[in-house]
């Protein structure tokens, strides 16, 4: 298996060769799973030689994986420009937990985005308080006022882009190199680009996370995270996770590195049928903005362009004057799309979503996007058609009327 790591190639190309890792890679397509717990050596000099090399590809001890995991580790690294090496999890918010924990101690100041995923903001003000870590939000777009949040114990600094639910895009680049000026750790949380979308440690980023539940996964059945990162924050990123004896199941790892495989082509249809969907709803009276920076004229697409090289089809509408209970209604009666969390999968999702409540440091919706109108709805576009899907939104608007 001649692979495509030493060439170059697209991302097509690459998502296909990348991972296929080991002695089997010229006879099956896909490495198998290796289900083990314990792994054998010949004998007591060879055991002992085994603990010291503590690498993806020396076999150890079920803990440390085995060649489907080290495959899956082998594929996320070679995708992301910059990273010598990437440690899974049993979650996307283990990998967000699990990397904070390998760069922070007690003392420390973690600097959050206030647009971060909900749950990575609560355990900054809940585990990371209690073991010592103290935490201050901060408005990812106030980008002149960025340096003086910093103080002494500054160590970390936590982002997202584009931001949870409201989609907002902040300067990466400018954020990160801020960060370092101050001699913190800049982490991002690129679940919703990807590798493929965004090169986040090209961009300035020490440590990249993503939840592969989503995207990667794409299929709505399976569970884990990743970081990824240059020599000297694996090292930390990986022997932390092993402090905290986290391991991945070589069923899931298997499962990942099949919706790998697929990942571009539906990325690229993903994005393709919700900039159509997201061209419908702007054109509409009864919505007052469209937040999804792949759309031309939205907040962000200038960033978006610059700094991205891919989408996906996850984005948010805020309704113009109407209430929870019209929103329920149009929701409800959406027929495709499945409501409920996550997103990145095969099929279509609606979530109905407050964002006041959740910000602490931007002014939103005053400041933020301008926006006047609080009813806001987060789609995530599958792989249905996109006619059939604008055909349904169609119907339930109509359905949201009529209450
Ligand atoms: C879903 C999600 C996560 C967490 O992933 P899980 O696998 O559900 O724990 C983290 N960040 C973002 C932006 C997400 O949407």
């Known amino acids: 298996m001649a692979g495509g790591k030493d060439k170059q190639v697209g991302d097509g190309t690459r998502l296909v060769t990348t991972g296929r890792r080991g002695d ?37 001890y079920g803990r440390r994986g085995a060649p489907t995991q080290w495959a899956l580790c082998d594929a996320l690294t070679e995708l992301e420009p910059g990273a010598a090496g990437t440690v899974l999890y049993p979650s996307g918010l283990a990998a967000i937990v699990g990397a904070l924990m390998a760069v922070l101690k007690a003392g420390d100041v973690l600097l959050v985005a206030d647009n971060a995923y909900d749950p990575t903001r609560n355990t900054a003000m809940g585990l990371l308080k209690r073991y010592g870590v103290e935490h201050r939000f901060f408005d990812p777009l106030d980008l002149g006022s960025f340096a003086d949040v910093f103080c002494e114990k500054t160590k970390a600094v936590m982002l997202e882009n584009p931001g949870s639910l409201t989609m907002e895009m902040c300067d990466i680049p400018a954020l990160a190199k801020i960060a370092r000026d101050h001699g913190a750790v800049s982490l991002v949380d690129n679940t919703w680009a990807t590798s493929l979308g965004f090169h986040a440690l090209e961009h300035g980023c020490d440590i990249t996370i993503t939840a592969l539940t989503k995207h990667i996964g794409g299929h709505s059945d399976l569970m884990m995270g990743a970081a990824s990162a240059g020599e000297r924050w694996y090292r930390r990123l990986r022997l932390t996770a092993q402090q905290l004896g986290h391991v991945v199941s070589p069923d899931d790892a298997a499962l990942a590195l099949r919706g790998l495989r697929t990942m571009g082509v539906r990325l690229q249809r993903e994005t393709a049928s919700a900039l159509a969907t997201a061209r419908w709803l702007d054109a509409r009276d009864d919505v007052a903005h469209v937040l999804y920076p792949v759309l031309p004229g939205s907040p962000g697409h200038t960033l978006w362009q610059r700094d991205f090289t891919g989408g996906c089809g996850l984005f948010s509408f805020v309704l113009r004057n109407r209430d929870d209970a019209a929103r329920c209604r149009l929701i409800d009666a959406l027929d495709l799309f499945g409501i409920g969390y996550s997103w990145g999968g095969f099929e279509s999702l609606a979530l109905p979503f407050d964002v006041p409540g959740v910000r602490q440091k931007m002014d939103w919706p005053k400041k933020g996007w301008g926006l006047g109108d609080d009813c806001g709805i987060r789609l995530s576009i599958g792989l249905e058609d996109a006619d059939d899907l604008i055909a349904d939104l169609e119907s339930a608007f109509a359905v949201m009327d009529e209450g």
């Not at 060879?46 to 090399?53: D, I, P, Q, S, Y």
Request: charged letters at 20%.
């Open 24 to 60: 089997f890679a010229d006879t099956v397509v896909n490495p198998p799973v290796w289900r083990a717990s314990t792994h054998l050596y010949p004998d007591c000099a060879t055991l002992r030689a085994g603990t010291k090399a503590n690498e993806d590809g020396a076999f150890f």
